[in-house]
Structures are given as C-alpha cells and as structure tokens.
C-alpha cells in the first residue's frame, strides 16, 4: 500500500531507520537502496537547513555554520515541517534552542533567534490597512479611554534580559570576529518591538513604559488601562507622544469599545 | 464527463522560451526589464504579503507568469491539504496566471512534509490517488492544472506501470496537461538504463503544454556506480538539448522553460540559456510548428 510505502520513506529519512524502506527499492547493480534513499535524505536535510540558516543568520553567525548545521539537524528530526509552505517552518526554532544541551551556555542565543524569527514573521505577515489616529477623534471623548486597538499581524514585542537589540545589529552589520569589540550581553535587558505595518520591516528598541503600554494594548487592554500599566512604571508618561509615534508606524488595524 | 475547465484566466504564456524567476534577479528584472518571454515562480513563495508579492505585482505588469508549485504533494494518500490549496487560489485569483502546474510525486506524509519531491511507485493504486488529487486541485481552482514527471534516482520494486504510461493515463483521466520536464526524463533514464527517446514517443504530442529544461550533474554513489542528480545547478547538457529537439519535433511549438534553482548566476547567463532554446523552438520546420494546431 501507499500509505506504508511513504511511511517507510519519512522513517528513512526522519530517524535513518532504513530497513523498511529499502525493502521497497528495486535493486540496482552496484548500488546500496540505502544510498539511494540517503540522496532524498540529503535532499530534505539540507532544503529545509537551508530554510532555517536563511530565517537565523545572526544565530548562525553566533555559533558557526557546523553548530548551527547540527543543530539545525536535530531540530529537523523532532519538529519536521507540517506544511509545505516554508516560510512558517522556524518558528519553534528558538525554544527548540534554549533546550539544546551543546547550546545551554549561550544564554541569549534563543532570544536572539527569537528576534529573528520575529523578522521573518513580519516579512512575510499578510498585508493589512493601518488606521489614522484621527479615526479616534470620532469617538466621544468622555469614552476614548475604553477604546481597544486591533493590532497589525506582523507585530512582535520582545523583552530580553539581554542586549539583544545591541547583538542583532552588531551581526546585521557584518561577521563579528575576535577582533571585534567585545559585547556586554549583560549591558542592559532589551525591549523591542518588530512590525511590518508598510513595506520595510521595523525593528526598534523602546524604552519600559511604551513596552509595556503596547503590551497591554496588544493583550486586549484598553487605552486607559494600557496608560495605567505604564504610569505605574513612569509617572511622566507621554500617552499623546506615544500614540502619535505608534499611529504614525502604522501599528492598527482596528479599534473598537468593549460594553461597559 | 470529465469538467471543462478554461485554461487560463490572464496573460497567456507565448509559445516561446521564458526562465524561472529567481530572487537575485528581481531587481534588475524590474528596473531593467529586460525581454523574456515569460517567467515563471514557484507559487509557494508567494503565500505570505509584503514585498515579494508587491514585487510580483510590479512584474506582472510587463510579463506573463506561471505559478508552478513544488509542495502540494500531488502523491499524498492523506488528501492534499485544504490551506495549501487556499493559499494558492487566493494567489491564482489575485495574479491570474497563465498556467499552474505541480508535480506527479509526493512529500507528506501523516502531516509531515519532508520538502523533496519524492517519486511514487507507479501502481494502479498511486494512479488512482494522483488523479483523485489532480481532480481536487483542478475543481478547487476551477481551472485546469499541468504536472510535471519527476527526476527519479531510485525505482520501487512493486511498480508495474511504466512511467511515461502513467503520466499518460494521469492526464487522460483527469484533462489535466503534462509539463514534460526533459531534463528530468533523461536523468531517469540515465539511472534506470531506460530509453529517453522511447518515454517521450509515448506521450501524444497534444497532453503537452509545456517543457523544462534544467543542468543535472554527477554524483559517486559509491567507488563503481554514480547517480546523475537534478539539481538545477548548472547550463543545459549537449544531451539533453539534444533530447529537447527530439521532443519539440513531436510536440510543435510549446511554452518552453529554463530552470535554474542553486548557484544562480547572473541574469545574462541565464538568458543566454533561454535564446538558445528559444533557437530551437525557431528552427523547427513551419510543418511541426503547426503540428500543436492539427493536433
């Protein structure tokens, strides 16, 4: 049957269980089935590393290309992709990483693989219509404070207690190497966001307060809740300053007022 | 009675010589654009929103597309996949290509893709479930698809049809056209000890709508054998331009493709590759020209 003729195959090349599979196989003189099934082997391994190394090449940059290349194996192994859509395939990538025993001393690797991931879920995010902050003005005034936000898909918010922010974009610019000035990833914890509400992807360190004000936003909170998370933190909150600055981003889709 | 469905719903490709449309050619296509019959790009990178769907829309503007997938996995026992298939109808609605192929092979399996185009043994059984998916596909996206046959580099012992016979009786039943990749075709019968010229006499000239072309190089499988590998990675072999003129003179005058996946090199070269089989589909006698029409 069909069905145990593919499962041997995704046996062969998932776990290198061969016995099965090669059964299958027409002999051919001078050649082992099992070479043959090691080319699909091949095949598979290295397009879909190919796909991750593509997706995380700051990651890889951190480790080398063999660490990432084991690494990328392994990953493979246990989270094959569920559809042939690639550009979804990755996303598990950074907790996959933060278990990885060869990778556990890199304490920053998966939140710098996390930033990237969110890159990649930006790029290919599909595209929607941002809203003007003077959508807002039409709400009554005395009812703007209930007002919820409807969050672009492409958005990500990050907190690291790493430099991430420092890492990524010291890697973005080249291959770091011994010469380089040596980075403190201890320097300060990072809080970043990355969107793709137009063309480019954005990716921007904020300070606590507006981290924390989107955060609440984007967990369905409202406006005035969101001012109250951050207030709490910063007594001078600029709410106009940073709603200007995330409308003009083109961070909403949608707003709406929950029944009070 | 078989559905008839239209076969394109935009541009429709010439029947002329176009190349695959790569990334690191995009910009210079759209700031050059350069005369290339027709392009096509594979549908799956093409998903998702951003810039690779806005640059597409900018390309469609001066060339005719083609979406040819390399992930649906045509052989699947479990169905094809209902996202897959939404995705790509929502690109096809939105581009409207002139023609949508796939490939007579699978690559999932229990929910898990393995992204090779993995060959099939060719038994009544797998016909009979590529054609339930070519039927899918085809009602899915009201319009009728092109598969392509497969580079082999292995065979299954219980297969009982010959490969060109199945392709055949695949296209018959389902009215789908055959995307004859000639490359393909000589690569597995390189492996296999088969006849190329003998699978191509065994398609009738009128099931095929288009022909690729693509390099294949030579791998050691061991101290005494080797395995030709079609990895796109290089020009079109003497042998297989030679094999393409063979099929031209049985088909007439079809689409022809360049496909070009790992080290890509620069536009030129690969247009270089597209006007040397453009030459052939030139040269053929004004009576196989016609043939398609007859046909």
Known sequence: MLRNTQKDFKDAVLNKDFSSAANDIKPKRDIDPIDLIQI??????KSLTKVLRSAFPVTEQIVGEQFFTAAAYKFIQENPPQSGCLTYFGGDFPAFLAEFEPAKSLKYLPDVARLEWAWQHAYHAVDEKAIDLKDLIKVDSARQGNIHLKFN????????????DTIWERHKQGFVDEESEEIDVEDHAAYMMVARPRWEVIVRTLDVTSYVF?????KGGSLIEATDAALQIEPRFNLQKNLATFFADGLFTHYYLKEE | MMPHFPVSSG???????GIGLRGPHKREILDEKPAIAWLEVHSENYFGGGLPVRMLEEIRVDYPLSFHGVALSL?????LSTDHLKSLKTIVDRFEPGLVSEHVSWSEVHGTHLNDLLPLPYTQEALDIVCRNIHHMQDFLGRQILVENPSTYLEYKHSTIPEADFMVEVA??????????????FVSAQNHNLDAFDYIRKIPPA????????????????SRASILIDD??????????GLFEFTLQQTGRVPVLVEWDTDVPDLQTLLAEATTAQRYLDNLPARAKEKRYAA
């Open chain 1, 40 to 45: 699909h082997l091949n095949n598979s391994m």
């Open chain 1, 153 to 164: 898909n492409s958005i990500t918010l990050i907190y690291s207690p790493y430099a991430i």
């Open chain 1, 214 to 218: 989107l955060e609440k936003l984007k």
């Open chain 2, 11 to 17: 541009r429709d490709i010439p029947l002329a010589a």
């Open chain 2, 75 to 79: 052989g699947s026992c479990d169905g």
């Open chain 2, 172 to 185: 018959t039943r389902t009215g789908c056209k055959l995307l004859l990749d000639v490359n393909n075709i």
């Open chain 2, 207 to 222: 099931l095929v709508g288009e022909i690729h072309l693509a390099g294949h190089s030579e791998i050691k499988v061991n």
């Open chain 2, 232 to 241: 796109h990675g290089s020009k079109v072999k003497n042998d297989v331009w």
